[in-house]
């Protein structure tokens, strides 16, 4: 089936950069848009930033001038690259992979990642 697997979060200082990236693995036709949100503690999950198969990006009021979403679709991979870090960005972020069609499956499907957590701390 299929997965996603995000990577590269971490620990990082207030005004920091971190790049975000989540692969999707499996027998993959096509990925329709491509996400990401977050968790805070304590709050519940909240969009942040998408894309759209043709490139096209979109962001949540929180991220904008702040964030870059990107994505290689040869590599059904997805990215954020992450700038002027807040520590009210900390959270578990979360990757989705909408309208993904699959080998052997008649309907596509959306999927998640595990997430990875952002810290933003001195």
């Known amino acids: 089936q299929v997965q996603l697997v995000e990577s590269g979060g971490g620990l990082v200082q207030p005004g920091g950069s971190l790049r975000l990236s989540c692969a999707a693995s499996?027998?993959?036709?096509?990925?329709?848009?491509m996400g990401w949100y977050r968790q805070a503690p304590g709050k519940q999950r909240e969009w942040v930033a998408i894309?759209?198969?043709?490139?096209?990006?979109d962001y949540a009021d929180s991220g904008k001038g702040r964030f870059t979403i990107s994505r290689d679709n040869a590599k059904n991979t997805v990215y954020l690259q992450m700038s002027r870090l807040k520590p009210e960005d900390t959270a578990v972020y979360y990757c989705?992979?909408?309208?993904?069609?699959?080998?052997?499956?008649?309907?596509?499907?959306?999927?998640w990642g595990q997430g990875t957590w952002v810290t933003v701390s001195s």
């Open positions: 894309i759209t198969s043709g490139g096209s990006p």
């Open positions: 989705n992979a909408d309208q993904v069609r699959v080998s052997g499956a008649a309907e596509p499907d959306d999927y």
């Open positions: 499996g027998s993959i036709f096509s990925i329709g848009a």
